[in-house]
């Protein structure tokens, strides 16, 4: 799904990316060894997209980046860039921009020299330059920084500046592998919304690697769900958290439940509806579990089980209930459930109700 119109005039005026290219990658294999880093991927980050590559720890996520970048020359397959084929085109070649987890600034320079170093390897005249670094800078909000030292800077400081020096020669490609990992909860919260204010006001075409699922969901107009090297699952946020394909992106994403369906079909009560015969399990989010039925005009489903624990995490009770087969239930109750919680005790049965709609097969 594409962004609004790419009209937003930017602050800086010459910032913005209005002549967005899609990167197209087709059929992309590597092998290190005997290893399968990455299986046959293919993935198209239209022109001023925003994907955002989510997997576990070897899933491929920074090989395949790697690749796009060009420091990485894949086995097979090819890589489109403005309808050519860049796989041979060596990465300084690409004029992407590129943002690593770890900074790699140079801390013997200011944040000026880190930022104008781009411009300066291309030929830009110095005024320029300058005028140029500190517009980048204006735009990630390190303005008047220009003159610090590397060293003096916090995480997310430097982390911009890496930010600012990859835009400031207005690539029309931006490639991000795990930028926020090193920052704590509430600074990566605040710079995940930052990079998503700055991708719509530049409109770069934009391939972003996370591990974070939360992250991912956030950040991108689509996310790519890796496993095991291969692409497994390609979709809007919404649509990757609501209709997962397979059992490794509903446990990956969120929390949910999953039920054998013929498991299901002997503990839950109320009517599935039709059933596609390739079904196998059910999937429920632990927050679509209710302790109580209202509305849900497409029917309800119930389950119930022994209440084996329940944890409060402020903004919503975590309940543990196990089916008589032992099978475990995740439910969480928001925070004005706090009534119906109270009232209950562990040890005691418990129903979990269901919307009908609120089930997803799998
Ligand atoms: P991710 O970024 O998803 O964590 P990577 O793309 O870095 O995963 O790595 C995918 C797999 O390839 C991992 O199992 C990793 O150990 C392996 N791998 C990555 N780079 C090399 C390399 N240079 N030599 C051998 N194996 C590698
Ligand atoms: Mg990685």
């Known amino acids: 799904m594409l962004l609004s119109p790419a009209s937003t005039p930017s602050q800086t005026g010459h910032m913005n990316s209005r002549s967005a290219e899609s990167v197209r990658i087709e059929a992309v294999s590597k092998m290190y060894g005997e290893f399968r880093a990455l299986d046959d991927v293919s993935l198209t980050v239209e022109a001023g997209e925003f994907v955002a590559m989510l997997g576990p720890s070897g899933s491929g996520k920074s090989t395949l980046l790697m690749a796009v970048a060009g420091f990485i020359r894949p086995d097979r397959g090819r890589i489109f860039f403005g309808g050519s084929d860049i796989v041979r085109l060596p990465a300084n070649q690409r004029g992407f921009g590129v943002v690593f987890q770890s900074y790699a600034l140079f801390p013997h320079m200011d944040v ?82 930052e990079i998503r204010e700055l991708h719509n006001k530049l409109q770069i075409t934009t391939l972003y690697v996370t591990h974070d699922q939360r992250e991912a969901l956030t950040i991108a107009d689509r996310v790519a769900v890796m496993n095991k090297g291969r692409i497994v699952q390609l979709d809007s946020p919404e649509a990757i958290y609501r209709r997962p394909t397979d059992e490794f992106v509903a446990r990956f994403i969120g929390e949910a439940t999953i039920l054998p369906l013929a498991k299901a079909r002997g503990m839950v009560a109320g009517d599935l509806g039709a059933v596609e015969p390739s079904a196998r399990a059910l999937m429920v989010r632990s927050e679509d579990f209710c302790l109580s039925r209202a509305g849900g005009d497409g029917g309800w489903l119930t389950v119930s089980g022994l209440l084996r624990g329940i944890v409060f995490q402020g903004d919503s009770w975590l309940l543990q209930v196990d089916l008589a087969d032992g099978q475990a239930i995740t439910a969480r109750a928001q925070k004005h459930f706090s009534a119906e919680v109270g009232a209950l005790e562990v040890g005691q049965t418990v129903e979990l109700h269901v919307r009908r709609d609120r089930v997803h097969l799998l």
């Open 112 to 193: 000026m020299a880190n930022v104008t170093f781009p411009l300066n390897v291309r030929g830009v005249p110095q005024d320029e330059a300058r005028r140029r670094a500190a517009a980048a800078l204006d735009v990630v909000k390190l303005g008047g920084f220009g003159g610090r030292r590397i060293g003096e800077l916090s995480g997310g400081q430097r982390q911009r500046v890496a930010l600012a020096r990859a835009i400031v020669f207005e690539p029309k490609v931006l490639l991000m592998d795990e930028p926020l990992s090193a920052l704590d909860k509430t600074l990566r919260e605040e710079m995940q919304m």
